[in-house]
């Protein structure tokens, strides 16, 4: 099979679509899509726990309603909020890590 040698790099695409690594609109996009895997990662793990949207905001104090906006990137989470859901809700426990 032969590869084109005008294929541009994932890297090289988000460059010239948002400009490069450390410019305004680089940062907004790539907070944008670190919200959107935080969506991913909790519906995968509420499924994986066989609970409803509801049943996860009652087991953490929430409502399904924001549960559905978390999973959906709609709306913003507060760190306390996201550690109650992981937690209370799925009986987890939240890593981070800070890359400087």
């Known amino acids: 099979m032969k590869f084109s ?3 541009t790099s994932w890297d090289d695409h988000l460059d010239k679509k948002y400009g490069n690594v450390g410019s305004e609109n680089r940062a907004v996009y790539e907070q944008g899509f670190e919200t ?3 969506g991913i990662i909790l ?3 509420r499924k994986k726990k066989n609970l409803t949207q509801e049943q996860l905001a009652l087991k ?4 399904k309603n924001y ?4 999973e959906n ?3 913003d989470i507060k760190l306390s909020t996201l550690m109650r859901i992981i937690s209370n809700g799925l009986g987890g426990h939240l890593n981070l890590s800070v890359e400087i």
């Not at 549960?67 to 978390?70: F, L």
């Open 67 to 70: 549960i559905s906006r978390i």
């Open 60 to 63: 953490c104090g929430t409502t």
């Open 73 to 75: 990137n709609a709306s």
């Open 43 to 45: 519906e995968e793990a």
């Open 5 to 7: 040698k005008n294929i």
């Open 36 to 38: 959107f895997k935080l």
